[in-house]
T-cell receptor, first 115, second 119 residues
């Protein structure tokens, strides 16, 4: 079974400050890990994904995440927050054991950016 | 990139009626499609997984007779909410994954979602 936890349902940062959104996963098989962003009343947009290659993954809009197996973590960071980063962020886990495996989402973290 | 569309984007219906939501993969063949439900301020909850030409696999607690899923072609899946009630009001999101040779099969591409309101 797989699961995802996201520490902090709401994170608030100042514009220009570091963004750090935490994600920890549980998986009995090697995982694929994803970060998605969702703007109000819209679908999901993939920010980045880890698929067993490089542990430091760079995504769109200046975001990156590092896979740490020893900590079972996949935290999302961005050096400098922009007002347009305010949105809901979901960490998700899948499995590489089957091409039909489902993606399990974490509860989400709402990011606010203060001008 | 791969594009998934949903229709309609928003629907309002009376209690007791049935509503059909379409999910289409526009530029790739989706061997697997997923349907999620998202309540306000909550995460996405997987409802069912459908493989083209097969019966859908429903998650525990999801009524298969109420949420009918059809995946008759490699580019179209439909979700029909039968005899909808106000508690079925939610944001429904589909996703699609290609097979070998298509988009990376370990990645799902999400539709924009359908807002269902049952009066």
């Amino acid at each position: 079974a797989q699961s995802v936890t996201q520490l902090g349902s709401h994170v608030s940062v100042s514009e220009g400050a570091l963004v750090l959104l935490r994600c920890n996963y549980s998986s009995s098989v090697p995982p694929y890990l994803f970060w998605y962003v969702q703007y109000p009343n819209q679908g999901l947009q993939l920010l980045l994904k880890y698929t067993s290659a490089a542990t430091l993954v760079k995504g769109i809009n200046g975001f990156e995440a590092e896979f740490k197996k020893s900590e079972t973590s996949f935290h999302l960071t961005k050096p400098s927050a922009h007002m347009s980063d305010a949105a809901e962020y979901f960490c998700a886990v899948s499995s590489i054991s089957s091409s039909y495996d489902k993606v399990i989402f974490g509860p989400g973290t709402s990011l606010s950016v203060i001008p | 990139g791969a594009v998934v569309s949903q229709h309609p984007s928003r629907v309002i219906c009376k209690s007791g009626t049935s509503v059909k939501i379409e999910c289409r993969s526009l530029d790739f063949q989706a061997t697997t499609m997923f349907w999620y439900r998202q309540f306000p301020k909550q995460s996405l909850m997987l409802m069912a997984t459908s493989n083209e030409g097969s019966k859908a696999t429903y998650e525990q607690g999801v009524e298969k007779d109420k949420f009918l899923i059809n995946h008759a072609s490699l580019t179209l899946s439909t979700l029909t909410v039968t005899s909808a009630h106000p508690e079925d009001s939610s944001f429904y999101i589909c996703s699609a994954r290609g097979g070998e040779g298509g988009p990376p099969y370990n990645e799902q591409f999400f539709g924009p979602g359908t807002r269902l309101t049952v009066l």
